[in-house]
């Protein structure tokens, strides 16, 4: 016999909805356990209910809100694809361009466009003061000559010099700063300052150290010594030999200041400072002049007045010659002789 069920479609949409107590909830589906037609009316109920719940979500979407933010995704999504694809291509062109300039047409504009380069000399009695391109100060003395490019280019940062400078290296710890001078000597530094002497066919070069650190080598010579704040090298162009010892600074570079300084120098090295300062040639006469001592410090003194100060402290006297004018409208050097009474 088929047994019959009448429940309110109200009631099937509350099992539906989960919204029947528990003891409700078992009651019913006992009851939908014992009737097929029940079975089929939840089922069928169930369907519907949900079929309309995904029609009320579809009216409330705004489509063309919905359609405008899909459109603008696509038409992101092409710009980025387009944007990619010209980058790629650019790239494919511009790369090898960029490897032709860097290695090909910089080094070629350098090599055939050289760096234009300085030339300072400081006249007889004057102290030339001049900047590098690095910013680095030097102190040129009288009768010396300094060159250097325009620019510093590379990791390199090199002058050089024929006689005597003083050198306020700024520091740069990348890009060392070399001085070169006649004989091959060389000295290297990255932030100092020292003293270099070496005039071309003096027998001896020197440099003083009176802040940071130096090296002094030798060009195409793997001898080199270190320097510290104090000390010197002595430097012999022929042999290219050295040696390092204690300095007197103040003597050796008070010359930048406008002062000369000898400390217990015999005259003949007194009169090659002094023919360098004032242009002039000296000659002694005697070879025991080379055995006098002194120790002395000028300023302003002119040569007629430190040639005074010498004759007076030792059995000497001196003469001057005038200049004479040459055939090209070029003088002669005034000559100073040095003699024994």
């Known amino acids: 016999m088929k047994e019959t069920v009448n429940i309110d479609e109200a009631y099937i949409l509350l099992y539906i909805k989960g ?25 069928d109920l169930s369907r519907l209910w949900h079929l309309s719940g995904l029609r009320n979500e579809q009216r409330s979407v705004d489509t063309p809100a919905a359609w405008q933010s899909v459109s603008r995704k696509i038409a992101r999504l092409l710009f980025l694809s387009k944007v990619w694809e010209f980058s790629r291509t650019a790239a494919v062109v511009l790369l090898p361009l960029w490897l032709i300039y860097q290695y090909v047409w910089i080094p070629w504009q350098e090599s055939s466009n050289p760096e234009e380069v300085l030339t300072i000399t400081a006249a007889p009695g004057m ?6 391109p690095d910013g680095s100060q030097v102190w040129i003395n009288a009768g010396s000559t300094l060159s250097y490019p325009s620019r510093f280019a590379g990791r390199e940062r090199t002058v050089r010099l024929t006689g005597e400078a003083y050198f306020k290296v700024t520091s740069d710890r990348k890009n060392r700063f070399d001085v070169l001078t006649p004989g091959e000597m060389k000295v ?52 290219g ?42 000659r002694l006469e005697d070879d025991k002049l080379k055995d006098y001592v002194y120790t002395a410090t000028f ?10 100060l010498l004759k007076r402290s030792a059995p000497l006297t001196y003469t001057i010659s005038g200049q004479r004018q040459l055939g090209n409208h070029t003088y002669t050097r005034r000559t100073v002789t040095i003699k024994t009474i």
């Open 188 to 239: 290297s530094a990255y932030g100092t300052e020292f003293n270099v002497h070496a005039h071309a066919g003096d027998s001896c070069y020197e440099v003083t150290l009176t802040r940071g650190n130096v090296d002094v080598s030798s060009v195409g010579s793997s001898g080199m010594l270190a320097l510290t704040a104090g000390q010197k090298v002595l430097f012999h162009p022929e042999s």
């Open 19 to 43: 919204k029947l107590s528990d003891d409700e909830r078992q009651a019913f589906e006992q009851q939908m356990s014992l009737s097929a037609d029940l079975r089929r009316t939840v089922a």
């Open 299 to 308: 300023t302003d003194e002119s040569l007629e007045d430190i040639l005074d």
């Open 127 to 132: 102290v030339v003061q001049t900047t590098l």
């Open 241 to 282: 030999t050295m040696s390092k010892q204690s300095a007197d600074t103040y003597a050796d570079t008070a010359w930048k200041d406008g002062k000369m300084v000898f400390r217990r120098q015999h005259l003949d090295r007194i009169a090659e400072k002094l023919s360098r300062k004032f242009g002039v040639t000296i």
